[in-house]
């Protein structure tokens, strides 16, 4: 019922920029919650950048004021755009839907196949 595609990624120097796309293609799109999460090697996944039906967003501290995230419903699209990119940046990157159940946010997720960002130094 859910589809995530995430074309972008890539290779970038510090200081540089990315946009990174996540675009839902299955058949439900009645989502709570849309985030940017990514893992770098050898390290767990971590979330950095949430946004939510009402248009209220937040970042962790590392990426605030760096990156931006985004989405659109007609395009059923969740982007990312990423600025002043550091080496620390790199990782590979998911995007991660939670959809409305029985009127609750789920506690079930689903991902995208992530995509990787490498930050050269």
């Known amino acids: 019922e859910v589809h995530l595609v995430e074309p972008g990624g890539g290779a970038v120097e510090a200081g540089g920029s990315l946009t990174l796309s996540c675009v839902n293609s299955?058949?439900?799109?009645?989502?709570?919650?849309w985030g940017w999460y990514r893992q770098a090697s050898g390290q767990g996944r971590e979330g950095f950048a949430w946004i939510y039906p009402d248009g209220n967003i937040s970042y962790s501290d590392d990426v605030k004021g760096r990156f931006s995230i985004s989405q659109d419903n007609a395009r059923r699209m969740l982007s990312l755009q990423m600025n002043s990119l550091k080496p620390e940046d790199t990782a590979t990157y998911y995007c991660?839907?939670?959809?409305?159940?029985?009127?609750?946010?789920?506690?079930?997720?689903?991902w995208g196949h992530g995509t990787q960002v490498t930050v050269s130094s």
């Open positions: 299955g058949s439900s799109d009645n989502w709570c919650t």
């Open positions: 991660r839907i939670r959809l409305w159940r029985d009127g609750h946010c789920a506690v079930a997720p689903y």
